[in-house]
């Protein structure tokens, strides 16, 4: 028998008995930042290949749910800090090493250019819209010269968005269960997933449909194997990274994560599509709203599993 | 300079004064605690062996929490001490995520708090307070850099460990063995 105790008494409020430090803010803005870089990844990318009219959805006006998603983002990740007085602090610095930095200024240049981006698409919806003031006209037209650039910019930044907020977790070598290299692809393919889902679930047109239905496909597959890829590394890894995995193997998330993100999130909405495309009639906000829901909860599943893996005691 | 602290295992009652004397000293808030005591219970009655640690931050020379603050808040200041700038912390919580020995908790002021070798009393040349205080003298505290200090000859004379350093901190809170 080997036990260790506190004998001192340590109830250190959201440190014991073990570390909650981040509530739901932190998976809702880890959801809604990976969803906005998935939608603004596919604007920005048929853009560029030219299909702006073949795909007007994805590039004109489902990116409109990515400043508002980005915005409810920020909100959450500033409620959820302590000492919001000084968050202004962010931003007078750039620690490289720290991906809360360099995370901190990437949103800046997404949110930015993603309000940008729906600036210059404003028409689609309201096509008598005027800008009224002179500055505001040449601000429009300087924007629209230099389009190819802002899309390269969001492009660019959309992957950086993706990978961070997967990142962001991994960095932490004291939480096993974080700690893995896979998680900064898995969190970008889990938000391109869901970029690809409210396209599909916001097109009117077919072909458009089935294209990102069948992107939607791929990604969930590429999903499906990086999370095994992550067991297969745990479990050939250190005791802590194996105590971490049987979070998942038998643990306390054993049911969340494999019923609600494998099997609802994934492995469902997979099928449908694979449905979808052979030609049965499934509707579109079936898997749609299922690869949302399993990108969200997987999410909140890994934020709070994450702080419950640990080395000692 | 490089601050170390040594906490004699064999000699250590448990008696946490070392936590009260600290809670005093930097007026932690009701409720918290910069140290505490570990006991860890081994083998099977009667054949029980018992260890007792006096732990608080291990101010690593890799501090994952300096590394990962996005503000420059946490810091290494003289001595390799890891410090908090509270006007600079934002609350994030991420150097407390990254604490594998979860030294750091959240001020209900909204920063977050930790030891800080008692700082303020090391240079005006006193010893922290739990060293200080320690009724059986089972702490050590002094600079490694300097051979004729308490630590440095503790640590020459004695077996000793660190905890987890196979998590890569270089934690500089050593154990007695």
Same mark, same amino acid.
């Given at each position: 028998m080997n036990e260790e105790l506190i004998i001192s008494g340590r109830e250190n409020m959201m440190v014991d008995?073990? !570390?909650? #430090?981040?509530?739901w803010p932190i998976p809702l803005y880890l959801f809604l930042g990976g969803l906005a870089a998935g939608i603004l990844f596919f604007a920005a990318l048929f853009y560029l290949m030219g299909k702006e009219n073949e795909y007007r959805t994805a590039v =004109? =006006?489902?990116?409109?749910i990515a400043p508002v998603a980005l915005i409810v983002g920020l909100a959450a990740l500033f409620f959820d800090? =302590?000492?919001?007085?000084?968050? $202004?602090? !962010?931003?007078?610095a750039i620690r490289l090493e720290s991906p809360m930095s360099w995370g901190a200024w990437t949103l800046l240049v997404i949110t930015t250019a993603s309000v940008i981006w729906c600036a210059l698409h404003i028409r689609e919806f309201?096509?008598?819209?005027? $800008? =009224?003031?002179r500055w505001l006209i040449n601000l429009e037209s300087f924007f629209n010269k230099y389009k190819k650039v802002l899309a390269w910019v969001i492009l660019i930044y959309a992957v950086i968005t993706g990978i961070y907020t997967g990142i962001l977790l991994s960095?932490?070598?004291?939480r096993p269960l974080w700690n893995t290299s896979v998680l900064g692809p898995l969190f970008l393919a889990s938000g391109l997933s869901a970029g690809a889902a409210s396209i599909v679930l916001g097109s009117k047109d077919k072909k458009e449909r089935l294209l990102f239905t069948r992107i939607d496909l791929i990604i969930l597959g590429v999903e499906l194997f990086l999370i095994v890829h992550m067991f297969m590394g745990f479990l050939a890894s250190t005791q802590v990274q194996i105590e971490a995995a049987e979070l998942f !193997?038998?643990?306390?998330?054993t049911m969340v994560f494999w019923i609600f993100?494998?099997? !609802?999130? #994934?492995i469902l909405p997979a099928s449908l599509d694979l449905m979808e495309l052979r030609g049965y009639h499934i509707p579109a906000v079936i898997p749609g709203l299922l690869v949302l829901f399993g990108s969200l909860m997987f999410r909140f599943v890994f934020v709070f599993a994450g702080q419950v893996s640990r080395w000692l005691y | 300079m490089r601050y170390a602290m040594a906490v004699d295992t064999k000699k +250590?009652?448990?008696?946490s004064d070392c936590v009260v004397a600290c809670q005093t000293e930097n007026d932690v @808030?009701?409720?918290?605690?910069r140290d505490w005591v570990v006991e860890v219970m081994d083998g099977t009655y009667p054949q029980l062996e018992i260890e007792l640690r006096s732990e608080r +931050?291990?101010? +690593?020379?890799?501090a994952p929490c300096v590394r990962c603050c996005p503000t420059g808040a946490s810091h290494i200041a003289e001595g390799g001490i890891v410090l908090v700038k509270p006007n600079k912390c934002?609350?994030?919580?991420a150097c407390i995520a990254s604490c594998p020995y979860d030294a750091r908790y959240p001020h209900p002021k909204g920063y977050v708090d930790k030891c800080t070798f008692c700082i303020h009393r090391v240079r005006e040349g006193m010893k922290p307070a739990c060293v200080a205080v320690c009724p059986t003298k089972c702490m050590y505290f002094g600079?490694?850099?300097? @051979?004729?200090s308490d630590v440095s000859i503790i640590l020459k004379k004695r077996k000793y460990k660190t905890l987890i350093p196979e998590a890569g901190t270089k934690p500089e809170l050593y154990f007695l063995i």
């Amino acid at each position: 028998m080997n036990e260790e105790l506190i004998i001192s008494g340590r109830e250190n409020m959201m440190v014991d008995p073990h !570390l909650h #430090i981040w509530h739901w803010p932190i998976p809702l803005y880890l959801f809604l930042g990976g969803l906005a870089a998935g939608i603004l990844f596919f604007a920005a990318l048929f853009y560029l290949m030219g299909k702006e009219n073949e795909y007007r959805t994805a590039v =004109r =006006r489902i990116p409109f749910i990515a400043p508002v998603a980005l915005i409810v983002g920020l909100a959450a990740l500033f409620f959820d800090l =302590r000492h919001k007085a000084f968050f $202004w602090q !962010l931003y007078t610095a750039i620690r490289l090493e720290s991906p809360m930095s360099w995370g901190a200024w990437t949103l800046l240049v997404i949110t930015t250019a993603s309000v940008i981006w729906c600036a210059l698409h404003i028409r689609e919806f309201f096509p008598g819209w005027d $800008w =009224r003031y002179r500055w505001l006209i040449n601000l429009e037209s300087f924007f629209n010269k230099y389009k190819k650039v802002l899309a390269w910019v969001i492009l660019i930044y959309a992957v950086i968005t993706g990978i961070y907020t997967g990142i962001l977790l991994s960095a932490f070598n004291a939480r096993p269960l974080w700690n893995t290299s896979v998680l900064g692809p898995l969190f970008l393919a889990s938000g391109l997933s869901a970029g690809a889902a409210s396209i599909v679930l916001g097109s009117k047109d077919k072909k458009e449909r089935l294209l990102f239905t069948r992107i939607d496909l791929i990604i969930l597959g590429v999903e499906l194997f990086l999370i095994v890829h992550m067991f297969m590394g745990f479990l050939a890894s250190t005791q802590v990274q194996i105590e971490a995995a049987e979070l998942f !193997l038998g643990g306390g998330y054993t049911m969340v994560f494999w019923i609600f993100v494998v099997f !609802l999130g #994934i492995i469902l909405p997979a099928s449908l599509d694979l449905m979808e495309l052979r030609g049965y009639h499934i509707p579109a906000v079936i898997p749609g709203l299922l690869v949302l829901f399993g990108s969200l909860m997987f999410r909140f599943v890994f934020v709070f599993a994450g702080q419950v893996s640990r080395w000692l005691y | 300079m490089r601050y170390a602290m040594a906490v004699d295992t064999k000699k +250590c009652v448990g008696c946490s004064d070392c936590v009260v004397a600290c809670q005093t000293e930097n007026d932690v @808030p009701i409720g918290y605690c910069r140290d505490w005591v570990v006991e860890v219970m081994d083998g099977t009655y009667p054949q029980l062996e018992i260890e007792l640690r006096s732990e608080r +931050c291990n101010h +690593c020379g890799n501090a994952p929490c300096v590394r990962c603050c996005p503000t420059g808040a946490s810091h290494i200041a003289e001595g390799g001490i890891v410090l908090v700038k509270p006007n600079k912390c934002i609350g994030c919580g991420a150097c407390i995520a990254s604490c594998p020995y979860d030294a750091r908790y959240p001020h209900p002021k909204g920063y977050v708090d930790k030891c800080t070798f008692c700082i303020h009393r090391v240079r005006e040349g006193m010893k922290p307070a739990c060293v200080a205080v320690c009724p059986t003298k089972c702490m050590y505290f002094g600079d490694l850099d300097d @051979p004729n200090s308490d630590v440095s000859i503790i640590l020459k004379k004695r077996k000793y460990k660190t905890l987890i350093p196979e998590a890569g901190t270089k934690p500089e809170l050593y154990f007695l063995i």
